[in-house]
């Protein structure tokens, strides 16, 4: 696409050496971003945020991931890790992962993510589960059959032998 852009230009073309530019090869005015990413969060319907606090949220997660502090410090662009263990460093591991986790449970995934369940609706699944457990054992011992003095069943095409502990003589 660069290519493209530049023949396109021809001589007019700058080449400023970014990765990201005007299709002239000018550096793209912040603002213009700033303002270009508003209006893509708004029409996404996410929840605000500023393009600048992305920059923030990459770096607390790259540390409550325990990378180590060159690696953050040169993703950011700092001249020195000082600026970054300054800025950021203060933040627990703990806090910084609650915070990653409060932030990642907002932006909307469809039904990959689901929230976890408030205690009543958890009451409610584990009721759940004991009746289907229950349901499950009662099918099970009334298919059951007597055979040679083990109980035999089956379930789903399994078979289900019970053996009993044998009588040892003394």
Do not use: N
């Amino acid at each position: 696409m660069k290519d493209a852009e530049r023949a396109e230009w021809g001589e007019a073309h700058v080449d400023s050496g970014r990765m990201f530019t005007c299709e002239d090869g000018t550096a793209i005015h912040p603002g213009w971003l700033s303002d270009h990413f508003e209006r893509l969060i708004e029409e996404s319907g996410l929840p605000a945020i500023r393009l600048h606090d992305l920059r923030h949220v990459a770096a607390s997660l790259m540390l409550a991931a325990d990378v180590d502090i060159k690696i953050v410090s040169e993703t950011l662009g700092h001249s020195d890790t000082r600026i970054t263990r300054d800025t950021y460093q203060s933040v627990m591991p703990e806090v910084a992962a609650e915070a990653a986790e409060a932030t990642a449970a907002i932006v909307p995934r469809g039904t990959a993510r689901q929230p976890k369940p408030t205690e009543k609706e958890q009451a409610a699944l584990d009721e759940i589960a004991t009746l289907a457990t229950d349901k499950l054992v009662a099918d099970i011992a009334e298919a059951a059959v007597e055979h040679d003095g083990h109980t035999t069943a089956t379930h789903e095409g399994a078979k289900i032998i019970e053996f009993r502990p044998r009588k040892v003589r003394a």
